[in-house]
């Protein structure tokens, strides 16, 4: 295995997929391997750059591969599908990968250390139970709607119907249906304290982490968005301006441009879903807020809800945030408001 310099590794739950070639091009090795044999296979071979899809594990063995002195890059795998020739395998997704990790203009993921792998993994638990306690609202609120009893928007306002569930004397509840709804009602409180308790661990990592309380100093961003962007946004040097970082998270529009003609659409989507659902929802608070006088009330922003519909407004202004968050990490400063307006946002 004398001479290898690359090497693309398809990743899988068992069976990993090896293609490795020398400086000239040359296949030297393609071949699948079992994952209790890989890190030994790779332990043989010489310095070389090792290319790998950034999926589910790929940041775990880039690590190992990088104690072990390989050069290794992960890949986003829609870089990786040009790569790929005619029918989809995985010895062909290895060869692709191998040929993608050595172009000069590919662009890789960073990898990510333990630390912030943990911190989004409260984050994954955390919308995952915020998602089940939104199931479970909206379950209690259709089923004694059907008895009558309705509450205002919100889960704060479901304290009342929640009385009504717990009351065994009130009347009002048929006894079968408040055996239906009861355990509802106690997992809803379960999920409240497990969600709390996420919520404090996250509150904890964001005062000991410098860089999540400087972008924690931007209007719309608080602990939580400051963490996810904190943890995912490991080196904003790959970025080169803001407007990138944006681009990543897919808060730019669409674009269908052909003949010097530019046709822009909506939001491009791409990227990371949760950083810019975090982004887009404090951009509507702040809009909100601005609605009603608040002091984070923006000039730029209330003259483009004149002629502009709100939630249009809200993902330009989480565009807006996402390159103040960009400026804000790569210059190592806080969030500085300029005189007489919060809009020209700007890192100081």
């Known amino acids: 295995m004398e001479g290898i310099t690359t090497v693309g590794v398809d990743l899988a739950k068992?069976?990993?997929?090896?293609?490795?070639?020398?400086?000239?091009?040359?296949?030297?090795?393609?071949?699948?391997?079992?994952?209790?044999?890989?890190?030994?296979?790779?332990?043989?071979?010489?310095?070389?750059?090792?290319?790998?899809?950034?999926?589910?594990?790929?940041?775990?063995?880039?690590?190992?591969?990088?104690?072990?002195?390989?050069?290794?890059?992960?890949?986003?795998?829609?870089?990786?599908?040009?790569?790929?020739?005619?029918?989809?395998?995985?010895?062909?997704?290895?060869?692709?990968?191998?040929?993608?990790?050595?172009?000069?203009?590919?662009?890789?993921?960073?990898?990510?250390?333990?630390?912030?792998?943990?911190?989004?993994?409260?984050?994954r638990a955390r919308a995952l139970l915020t998602a089940q306690r939104t199931a479970l609202i909206n379950a209690l609120r259709g089923h004694l709607a059907e008895f009558g009893m309705v509450a205002p928007r919100g889960p704060r306002s479901l304290g009342a119907l929640l009385d009504v569930v717990k009351d065994e004397a009130d009347e009002s509840l048929p006894a079968t249906a408040r055996l239906a709804l009861a355990p509802l009602a106690r997992r809803l409180a379960a999920l409240e304290a497990e969600i709390d308790d996420l919520d404090r661990h996250l509150l904890e990592w964001h005062r000991g982490n410098e860089t999540s309380q400087r972008l924690a100093t931007i209007p719309g961003v608080g602990p939580i968005t400051a963490t996810a962007l904190a943890a995912t946004i490991t080196d904003p040097g790959m970025f080169k301006s803001g407007r990138e970082l944006a681009a990543f998270l897919g808060l730019v529009p669409r674009q269908s441009s052909s003949g010097g003609k530019e046709r822009l659409g909506r939001i491009s989507k791409m990227g990371d879903r949760y950083l810019r659902s975090l982004l887009i929802v404090g951009a509507t608070a702040v809009l909100r807020h601005a609605k009603v006088g608040g002091s984070s009330s923006r000039v730029w922003a209330e003259g483009l809800l004149t002629k502009k519909p709100f939630k249009l407004v809200a993902a330009a202004l989480a565009n807006k945030t996402a390159r103040i968050a960009w400026a804000v990490m790569v210059r190592g400063e806080v969030f500085r408001k300029t005189e007489g307006s919060e809009v020209r946002a700007t890192a100081a």
């Open 14 to 123: 068992s069976v990993f997929q090896v293609h490795a070639v020398n400086a000239a091009g040359a296949v030297i090795v393609k071949r699948a391997l079992r994952r209790k044999d890989f890190a030994a296979f790779m332990a043989k071979l010489p310095w070389c750059l090792v290319g790998m899809e950034a999926c589910a594990s790929s940041h775990h063995w880039a690590r190992e591969l990088t104690k072990l002195g390989h050069d290794v890059r992960l890949i986003p795998p829609a870089y990786v599908k040009a790569y790929v020739r005619r029918q989809k395998n995985d010895a062909a997704d290895a060869a692709a990968i191998c040929e993608a990790v050595s172009r000069p203009s590919m662009r890789f993921v960073p990898i990510k250390s333990e630390e912030q792998q943990a911190v989004l993994m409260l984050h």
